[in-house]
């Protein structure tokens, strides 16, 4: 008998002396017709923009914003140089991006490298539950751009900003998106792990700033 | 096999915990943070609004597992639409050998690993080395500790116990390739050595390990909540993916994860959200520039299913946050190594003898002092004293327990049933405690309470029973 087939069968088994497995099927059905929890007050501020930049400044997040994607080139080059990093910015395919005049700035489109100083994401949504961004992988936004840019910039529309994450979820159906990974980021990697003092920039980005449109 | 126990020597583990002064400083310095950073963010969010959130997260794992088999063939069938693999794995010997067979042909030399417990539980570090894969931790405790050969000793702090020399004479043995002379005084400077080190093995893998902290049975998606970003890392730039996770980490949908993503973070760190909550459904897709070719799920039974449908079913809603660990004074007195075996603290004592064996590991339930601190802080509920008291009774009824403890839990039954019996009793013992300890009012040493005395003085009795002062209409 296989794996599968041995677990399944015991825990079949098991659960049949309690309801059987149509009862079983039903109350799944019943569930999924209307799942979720509690929605907390943080899930639910009228002013999700503002509140979203305040709880992504919380977790250690920079944020500026900008009054339409034409103004991001400018922007961009402006954080770059207040950091002291090298004019020069790695991102994917995203339409918005192919379509800006980066001036100056030198740009490449690809996955990322082992060693990348700076990358730019578009992220797909924002929370303003816990000021996370989120972001859909694939040639537009490759997913290692998230994890290995020194410093990653994430561009979001400010109307992509829901209040919790049932909202960002139905909006993320509602697109039809069904990326290989949805990935939520919450301020810049850190690490408690040496003496239990927490430092920004474990493995991923020592920082995080994001540009929101609008 | 499952990882090697040493949960049967649990009372000389811990007499060499407390022996252990590199351990006491570390556990000292830990001690208050977890539980005044879960405090402030219960606290922050609104004290209804979290426990309401508990009973949320409790019901729906309750719901989950008492449908899991229908659960479960969703997920596998949302797996397989994904074009991933799922793969049963009965016992811990099972999932060594799928996870070999897919090293194998994907002709893996090196294996990248995020922080997975189901792996450790399953030793497949040991395996793959034994079979010739150099298995690579990169989650920065996991590192170190895999330096110093060592297990974790908390489930999400798995380097709790290690100091910063320690640390830092770690590095400088195993970084023989950097400069000996360098400068490694600043914990920065630690950080990013670990960082560049850990950059090129990422590259360098063929195959990367993760576990889970939920599987998702509407999406096929798993989902790893992590704060350093190596978990990513290790699932997005190698060849093939494998996913290592237990059966009972299903949750419905992804509105459903949201209630458990409220309270993880708060009661594991403290924070609001982890950084990083990656959801992952299958290998690349066709227009995908990056991530793996094969993803593939590894599902653990390991005793699991054996626990639905007993007295221990709870125990599955378990999240893995740590904060029963973080809260227990066992636990912050002795660490988590004493507790022999993959999973320490409260939640370890009542799934080490689930898992192993009461035989094995049923010292653990009786390392408590039943104060409750781990069940008022589980964000699952999970009647955690309850099981422990279960797995006690379970141990006494199979004749493990020593016979002194045997005959003196039985005179003591004999007495406790019979309560005129038992007031006579205490009442003599108090007078003659009251009248001996009269003149220091304390004692240092008292027969058969060594073990008590020996670390505190027993201050002596002062007047009268309790029961005897209430008859005599005495009142606070």
Known sequence: MSGRDEIMQKL???????????????????????????????AREEDAVGAFIERAIKADAT????????????????????????????HGADPMFAGLDWGGLETSVGIGRIEEPATLSRAEFGVAETGTCVLASGADNPVTLTFLGE??????????????????????????????????????????????????????PVALHVFVIG | MTVQSTTPQFKQNTKDALKNAN??????????????????????????????????????????????????????????ASGGHVHWAKTAEDAQRIVLDICRKADAKTVNKGKTMISEECGINDFLAENGIKPVETDLGEYIIQLRGEHPSHIIAPAVHVTVPEVRDEFRKAHTHLDADRNLDGLDTLLKEARGVLREKYFEAEVGITGANML???????????????????????RVHIVM??????????????TILRVLARSATGQDMSVYTTFSSGPRRATDPDGPEEYHVVLLDNGRTDMIGTEFQDMLRCIRCGACINHCPVY?????????????GPMGSVLTPSLIGVEEGGQLPNASTFCGRCESVCPMRIPLPKMMRHWREREFEKNLTPSAMRYGLKAWAFVAKRPWLYRVKTRAAIMALGLLGRRKGRFAALPLASGWTGGRDMPAPEGDTFMAQWKAGKRP
């Open chain 2, 23 to 80: 351990l006491q400083t570390a556990l000292r310095d830990t001690r208050n943070g977890f539980v005044g950073k879960r405090a402030a963010a219960r606290e922050k969010m609104g004290v209804d609004e979290f426990e309401g959130l508990r009973d949320a997260a409790r019901d729906l794992k309750n719901h989950t597992l008492a449908n899991l088999d229908v659960y479960l063939e969703m997920y596998e069938e949302q797996v397989r």
């Open chain 1, 63 to 90: 944020v500026s914003r900008i009054a339409s994607a034409d103004d991001l080139p400018k922007a961009l080059a402006e954080e770059l140089r207040n950091r002291n990093l090298p004019a020069a910015i790695r």
């Open chain 1, 151 to 204: 410093t990653h910039f994430v561009v979001l529309d400010a109307g992509d900003i829901h209040k919790g994450y049932e909202d960002m979820w139905a909006a993320l159906r509602a697109r039809g998106l069904t990326p290989r990974t949805v990935n939520m980021v919450t301020g810049p990697s850190r690490s408690a792990d040496i003496g239990q003092q927490l430092q920004l920039g474990a493995h991923g």
């Open chain 1, 12 to 42: 079949t088994r098991t659960l049949d002396q309690g309801d059987g497995r149509a009862a079983r099927q039903a109350a799944v059905r019943a569930h999924m017709a209307k799942p979720g929890g509690p929605v907390p007050s943080i």
């Open chain 2, 245 to 258: 996770a237990s059966l009972e980490k299903i949750v419905p949908t992804l509105e459903d994860s949201a």
């Open chain 2, 216 to 238: 998702i049975a509407e999406t096929g998606q798993s989902i790893i909540v992590t704060n350093e970003g190596n978990g990513d890392l290790s699932q997005s730039l190698p």
């Open chain 2, 332 to 344: 912050q007195t002795v660490g988590g190594h004493a507790y022999g075996w993959v999973y320490p």
